[in-house]
T-cell receptor
């Protein structure tokens, strides 16, 4: 069965500093990986996704993520965070075909300090 | 981008009553909708998958008689929590996908916070 681990429950970063959110997955085949962001009381917005090709993917809002098969990781990064980036971030893994259910990690809450 | 509207965003009800949550796709035909629940500080857990015009497929451990899902049209799916109890208090989120789309075309509603007294 597929699973996703986000080791960091809560991260605090100063505005303007760099950010890396960790995500490790377990999946039997080539994974289809996603990062979503959730603002308080809101649904999820897709930041970026990876299926194949270049292992460094660019997303919206200046985010990027790198797929490392050898480490089963798909960490999210941003060179310089903004106060508006404060939110909950979820990593997810899913099937590409078939029933296409997504499995989510437990999320990482990001706090930005001035 | 595509919009999924979920209503209500917040509801409080008495124990034993039923609550209906609506999920609408506003600018596309959602052939498949997913319902998730999210407890505080936890991840989204898939409850069920509904395809328009057919019965929903429930995940293991989810009571289909308690969480009634109806997907009668290509733009509307409803989740009814029947005889709600305090342990049903949670954040419920729907997501919708159009015909032939993969998960990159999966759009989420804004969620419903259910509090059962």
């Amino acid at each position: 069965a597929q699973s996703v681990t986000q080791p960091d429950i809560h991260i605090t970063v100063s505005e303007g500093a760099s950010l890396e959110l960790r995500c490790n997955y377990s999946y039997g085949a080539t994974p289809y990986l996603f990062w979503y962001v959730q603002s308080p009381g809101q649904g999820l917005q897709l930041l970026l996704k990876y299926f194949s090709g270049d292992t460094l993917v660019q997303g919206i809002k200046g985010f990027e993520a790198e797929f490392k098969r050898s480490q089963s990781s798909f960490n999210l990064r941003k060179p310089s965070v903004h106060w508006s980036d404060a939110a909950e971030y979820f990593c997810a893994v899913g099937e590409v075909f078939g029933n296409e259910k997504l499995t989510f990690g437990t999320g990482t809450r990001l706090t930005i300090i001035p | 981008g595509a919009v999924v509207s979920q209503h209500p965003s917040w509801v409080i009800c008495k124990s034993g009553t039923s609550v209906k949550i609506e999920c609408r796709s506003l600018d596309f035909q959602a052939t498949t909708m997913f319902w998730y629940r999210q407890f505080p500080k936890q991840s989204l857990m898939l409850m069920a998958t509904s395809n328009e015009g057919s019965k929903a497929t429930y995940e293991q451990g989810v009571e289909k008689d308690k969480f009634l899902i109806n997907h009668a049209s290509l733009t509307l799916s409803t989740l009814t929590v029947t005889s709600a109890h305090p342990e049903d208090s949670s954040f419920y989120i729907c997501s919708a996908r159009g015909l032939g789309s993969t998960n990159e075309k999966l759009f989420f509603g804004s969620g419903t916070q259910l509090s059962v007294l």
